[in-house]
């Protein structure tokens, strides 16, 4: 998709009924194809993301003394604008995309895992199961969005919870739902600024501290805060990078030899 204007979604959580078939439309896409166990634990309601599942929905209690109120939140990766993933990853194999999507390369990845120190929202998970582990993470159906489709958490969601177009027209509609219902949202866009601004942005109406969103986070991007603490990192502990690199090497050599490896776009293609 040529000159693409990037893309974004919009998560409504007030719309969300926890239905999880978010959850569902995304294993199947993203996981088709590949040696992963379909039905493990606690798949219906995983605690977290894990290198099996790219999004959740979290149910959030909160006791107050008119009456009970609670949350479904969806959970994914944020895709920033300017991601400190990427920006930390010494040998480029996260990405960021015009469309908007970070993606991932396998066959680049060394595992040295800067990229989970770098999220400030703790998305990318190692496989620290798999002989040949790989980093996991939402895609943003990097290739559905190249070839002009909706992610498939989008398209499955019955309740229209999430919107997605081009990130400009997102960030406008969710200021005009906060323009017309003043008294139904919490008076913020989160991820409209934070970490310098993120292709997926929420609104909510509880406030976003005490339905687990990270509000620390800082309006900055956060390449530059992230190499300032990486570069703090003693030089003999950088220089197992080499050693990383040898061993991704070969872990790359018996993943094509054993037709199971790939980027995203091999094994999702």
């Not at 959740?56 to 609670?70: F, G, H, L, S, T």
């Not at 601004?197 to 339905?211: A, K, R």
């Not at 040898?246 to 995203?264: H, L, P, Q, V, W």
């Amino acid at each position: 998709m040529a000159n693409a204007k990037p893309k974004g979604v919009l998560v409504d959580l007030t719309r969300c009924i926890g239905c999880r078939g978010c959850q569902i439309a995304c294993k199947q896409w993203n996981l088709r194809g590949v040696k992963h166990t379909v039905m493990y634990g606690n798949f219906t309601n995983p605690p977290q993301l894990n290198s099996e599942c790219y999004t959740n929905i979290n149910y959030v209690e909160q006791d107050q003394p008119a009456r009970p109120v609670w949350s479904f939140v969806k959970n994914q990766c944020m895709h920033c604008k300017n991601p400190a993933c990427a920006s930390a990853c010494p040998v480029g194999a996260l990405v960021k995309t015009q469309e908007g999507p970070v993606v991932y390369e396998f066959d680049r990845c060394i595992g040295c895992r800067y990229c989970m120190i770098a999220c400030p929202f703790q998305i990318p998970k190692y496989e620290w199961d798999k002989t040949l582990p790989s980093i996991q993470k939402c895609t943003f159906c990097s290739e559905r969005v190249a070839n002009g489709l909706i992610p498939a958490c989008v398209k499955v969601c019955p309740t229209q919870t999430m919107y997605f177009d081009d990130h400009d027209k997102v960030i406008a509609e969710a200021e005009r739902r906060l323009k017309s219902s003043p008294g139904k949202y919490i008076n913020h866009i989160y991820g409209k600024e934070e970490a310098g601004g993120t292709s997926w942005v929420y609104l909510s109406s509880q406030p976003f501290e005490d339905i687990g969103f990270n509000t620390k986070v800082p309006k900055a991007e956060l390449p530059d805060l992230t190499w300032a603490s990486l570069s703090k990192i003693p030089y003999a502990v950088v220089g197992g990078a080499v050693v990383l690199s040898a061993i991704a090497y070969f872990r790359n050599r018996g993943s094509r030899a054993e037709g199971t490896g790939g980027s995203d776009s091999e094994k999702e293609g």
